[in-house]
């Protein structure tokens, strides 16, 4: 593993490159506005002290929601206007900049990043870009693994990012729609039994119990939802009591648990599982699996592993050039003796960004890096209405200790509201926490399609 290093060595520039560099501010560079992304340009300016440096975020949307809450935007169960923060707000009230638009490649020699074209509505709105980087931190995310299953691509909708979620929910709700008009059965079908398949599937009952409230009466009746998952558990990163709980909740709620299903090709109406059952779906949804973002495989000369993810050293840094970060699912962190790389969880992206909110001001004033320490202070998973069940970890007090209830409820909601805190500050966190409170009383429960 390469030996962590300062802003001091030695870069891969001219001379006159050098000398204009050291009459503007350090240019840091985040690609991704994600969980880490969106934490570290927001806070990063006002840790630097006597540093000099500007930042600038890019990300493809316009609008950043936090990715635990990207299934309750999918069903409908929240308004993604009401959960999402825009980035120019974002970037004028911290101090950063933002520049819209999609990573089409790095060149680590010239230090620049080339954006694609921005397009909207079908019309060039932005050529594409090159922008110049001292710094680079990469964090963009994760997408779901399709391990190369056919049909998957053509017949199912995932739910990884902002944009994906509004998709799915526009599908769900005109499919709602069409079942109430005719009174037929809407058949839904989850692949991927982990926290967001699961939450998922809780969320889409939550839909169609509130419906009957604004008119659907009968709703829950039509709709069957189903959660394929190809190993032994639901949740397998989760402690058994937590898995064991959760689904028998899931199947209280009249949710078909499949686990021990492989799924070996999903077609118009149907997923085919390696037994030869079909498990009948108008509307399939692909939750399985954890890759690197497409965009990794544009990282020429980065390290990667065979889930795309860019493999890091302990200080965060890429292995083959000090100068670019990456963190959060994007990276891959072996720890441990057996090399295990931490899971793309929210927990990891926020302590990662943490840590370098942290040390990145010493870093630039030419003192070295810290390693990186990951604290697993536990997980919940959250099935809307109907409970929550969550375990501590293995940091702290209570060590593996189980929650269930209104307890596991209220840790859930406070991790939200601790990363709104993080991203505002205390007091203007508060207030969105108050201004979501008052809309949860006067507004509909549900998304009401336009």
Known sequence: MPKPSSISEKPHRSNTSEESC????????????????????SNLPKRTGRTSIAVTLIDREPAYVWKP??????????????????????????????????????DRQGRKVYLSPTEIA??????????????????IGSAANDFGTPGVREHCLMI?????????????????????????????????????????????????????????????????????????????????????????RLEELGVTVLTGARVVAAEADCFRLADGRQVSAELKVWAAGVKGADACAKFEGLELTRNNQIVVTPTLQTTVDSRIFAVGDCSSLPVGDAGKPLPPAAQVAHQQASHLIRHLPRWLRGKELPTFTFRDFGSIVSLGGYG??????????????????????????????SYQSQLHGFWRGGLIWLADMINSRVRPRIRIPD
């Open 122 to 139: 079908g019309r060039r709105v932005l050529p594409e870009r090159a922008i110049d980087y001292d710094t680079l931190i990469l964090a």
């Open 388 to 417: 929550a069940y969550g375990s501590l970890g293995q940091f702290g007090l209570f060590t593996g200790g189980f929650l269930r209830g209104r307890v596991a409820q209220l840790g859930h909601i406070l991790l939200y509201r």
């Open 160 to 248: 990884d990012s902002r944009s994906q979620a509004m998709n799915f929910n526009r599908e769900v709700m005109a499919r709602i729609l069409e079942t109430v008009t005719a009174r037929n059965t809407l058949n839904i079908a989850v692949v991927g039994g982990g926290a967001t398949g699961v939450e998922l599937a809780a969320e889409l009952i939550q839909l169609a119990d509130v419906s009957a409230y604004y008119g659907a009466a009968g709703l829950r009746d039509q709709i069957n939802v189903t959660l394929i998952e190809s190993g032994p558990n639901l949740l397998g990163a989760f402690p058994d009591r937590v898995a064991i709980a959760a689904r028998g």
């Open 22 to 41: 050291a009459q503007r501010p350090h240019q840091i560079v985040i690609v991704g506005g994600g969980i880490a992304g969106l934490e570290i340009a």
């Open 69 to 106: 809450m990207l299934h309750t935007i999918a069903a409908g169960t929240s308004d993604v206007s009401q959960q999402e923060t825009s980035y120019v707000a974002q970037a004028r009230n911290r101090r950063f900049v933002f520049e819209p638009g999609e990573l089409k490649g790095i």
